[in-house]
């Protein structure tokens, strides 16, 4: 292993019991003749990648898809071929939905090094996960929850969607309290998008998705309803307790590097983004050089502060010009004062970051300050 700081490496398992109306992933039903093929060659990409960078990864992350539908024998085996790559002190998550549970045993895949779970609750409204195409029920969530905390999982996070067809505030704030209730360390809470070419945007179940204003009154009460259980917002959409953020996904909005290894997955790895198609099959054909597409250059300065005014504790734009010393810090700040006033951001010294309002308008803020 070289001295270089450590990276992260990004799974990309593509297998789901079924697709969502909403999901514009990379995956598909089942593929279960897909799943010890496929895990090979995840395994040869951690070879590859280990020898072509000679990096430890100090976070892994199993993202899909629904990576634990592969089931644990499969992954404990890529555990094994990833952990001479691992930190010892490497945050290794791994995402699932409710109702997994009788599929996978937590225990295994705890002793197998996976200290970090992440399941795609969404609600905890039955009649708002049916028209999402969920195929889960509150209770088994619950079960599942429970079943991974009895096998010693501390650090589990739930996806809550909002905007979602039917949600109103009082049943926004039922899943909330739902989630707070079992003890969970994160959330994540995002805005539906609805993508083109998914089910749900050729339903007419798409005109009873929240519209602008009313997303971003629920947006507001999720921040809110958050805060008053403990959950300390750290980024546009993700809330942790008791310092439980997810160290992975920070590393994309500090600009850290990562490999990615999978269909769809994107890398940055020393200056050079790159990302493979959305296809299995030239994922387990083709010779991962030659599969990888080139994306962009990466690590400039305005990619740094666009990451970081992401965060809750925002950009410093002191160590934005120390870092990129071609950038002008007083006129940033000059740029962003009328925005205090309005309540859209906050100024501390040299940082600027967003209020929960100013999230609302990041990317028009964003550029107003920045340019």
């Given amino acids: 292993m070289n001295k270089k700081n450590p990276a992260g490496l990004y799974i990309h398992i593509p297998f789901c019991m079924q697709k969502c109306r909403y999901c514009d992933f990379y995956s598909f039903p089942k593929g279960e003749e897909y799943f010890g093929i496929y895990k090979n060659r995840v395994i040869e990409a951690i070879e590859f990648y280990g020898k072509r960078y000679a990096r430890s990864y100090n976070s892994l992350y199993f993202g899909g898809g629904t990576p634990l539908l592969l089931g644990e024998k499969h992954l404990c085996e890529i555990m094994e071929a990833a952990k001479p790559y691992l930190t010892s002190d490497a945050e290794v998550t791994a995402e699932g939905n409710p109702g997994v549970s009788e599929r996978v045993d937590f225990s295994v895949l705890k002793s197998a090094g996976i200290n970090r779970l992440s399941f795609g609750l969404q609600s905890a409204n039955e009649k708002e996960l049916s028209t999402l195409g969920r195929i889960h029920s509150p209770k088994e969530a619950e079960e599942t ?58 339903s007419e179940l798409r005109f009873l998705c929240a519209d602008e204003e009313k997303a971003a009154d629920f947006y507001l009460l999720a921040c809110e309803e958050l805060e008053k259980r403990g959950f ?41 983004r790159f990302y493979f198609d959305r296809s299995i099959a030239d994922f387990l054909e083709k010779p991962f050089d030659e599969n990888e597409k080139e994306e962009s250059s990466g690590g400039g300065w305005e990619e740094y502060a666009m990451l970081r005014l992401r965060l809750a504790e925002g950009l410093d734009i002191s160590e934005l010009a120390e870092k990129f010393p071609e950038v002008s810090a007083g006129e940033i700040l000059e740029n962003a004062k009328p925005f205090e006033a309005s309540g859209l951001l906050r100024i501390n010294g040299t940082r600027i970051s967003f209020t929960p309002k100013g999230f609302l308008l990041s990317n028009a803020l964003t550029a107003e300050i920045l340019y």
């Avoid at 959330?187 to 998008?193: C, E």
């Fill in 145 to 202: 929850v429970k079943t991974a905390q009895k096998a010693g999982f501390d650090n589990i996070s739930l996806d809550l969607m909002l905007g979602i067809p039917y949600q109103t505030e009082d049943s926004l704030k039922e899943s909330i309290e739902f989630c707070s209730s079992l003890g969970v360390s994160h959330i994540s809470s995002y805005m539906l998008k609805i993508e083109e070419g998914t089910p749900l945007s050729k």
């Fill in 232 to 272: 300390e917002q750290y980024e546009i959409s993700n809330f942790a307790k008791d310092g439980k953020r997810s160290f992975h996904n920070l590393r994309y909005w500090l600009d850290d590097e990562y490999i990615g290894i999978g269909p769809s997955a994107h890398s940055f790895m020393e200056g050079r």
